[in-house]
């Protein structure tokens, strides 16, 4: 079945340091691909998506670009901040139907 | 984005005792929501999908009988946890989407039930 795969955190940065949280799927089909944000205590928020190959998903400085060559959907922000900390999740979709999550990664930033 | 309003955010039940979470789209109609269970330090796992009037389809190796889900209008489903154990204890988040495939699932703030 699909999978998505990211890589393991926790990821420790210090303020203004450039972050990238890798992301590999793997999927029958044309997946829509999606990176989502937790906050501690909160539920996910869509950060960003992108729905064909060579798409590029950005907000709030965050990008990531649909690579299907490689299968991959690479989160990366150029200056993280201290507020940016939370768990990261990189998700596929299948004609709109249920996400598939990766297992998270944690991203730390310091002051 | 869509608004998706949980409740309650935390919860805490004994043993044995059944509870119920809300799940309610406030500014569209959700014609499909879903329920994930989230453990600690893991990813989301997916327990059901509900479309508005119909059964709820479950994911393998997710318990009906135990997860009761009821999507009984166009705005509102709720999942009822019977019957609680401790192995239950979880953060549990329900996303709900408008119309059919291609349409963005927005999250609830989720639920963290402790059964003690």
């Known amino acids: 079945g699909d999978s998505v795969t990211q890589m393991e955190g926790p990821v420790t940065l210090s303020e203004e340091a450039f972050l990238t949280i890798n992301c590999t799927y793997t999927?029958?089909?044309?997946?829509?691909l999606f990176w989502y944000v937790q906050y501690p205590g909160e539920g996910l928020q869509l950060l960003l998506k992108?729905?064909?190959?060579?798409d590029k998903g950005s907000n709030k400085g965050f990008e990531a670009t649909y690579r299907k060559e490689t299968t991959s959907f690479h989160l990366e922000k150029g200056s993280v901040q201290v507020s940016d900390s939370a768990v990261y999740f990189c998700?596929?979709?299948?004609?709109?139907?249920?996400?598939?999550f990766g297992a998270g990664t944690i991203l730390r930033v310091k002051s | 984005g869509a608004v998706v309003s949980q409740h309650p955010s935390w919860v805490i039940c004994k043993s044995g005792t059944s509870v119920k979470i809300e799940c309610r789209s406030l500014d569209f109609q959700a014609t499909t929501m879903f329920w994930y269970r989230q453990f600690p330090k893991q990813s989301l796992m997916l327990m059901a999908t509900s479309n508005e009037g119909s059964k709820a389809t479950y994911e393998q190796g997710v318990e009906k009988d135990k997860f009761l889900i009821n999507h009984a209008s166009l705005t509102l489903s709720t999942l009822t946890v019977t019957s609680a154990h401790p192995e239950d204890s979880s953060f549990y988040i329900c996303?709900?989407?408008?119309?059919?495939?291609?349409?963005?699932?927005?999250f609830g703030q989720g639920t963290r039930l402790t059964v003690v």
């Open positions: 996303s709900a989407r408008a119309g059919t495939g291609g349409t963005e699932a927005f």
């Open positions: 998700a596929l979709s299948q004609y709109g139907n249920k996400l598939v």
């Open positions: 992108a729905t064909k190959a060579d």
């Open positions: 999927a029958t089909g044309y997946p829509s």
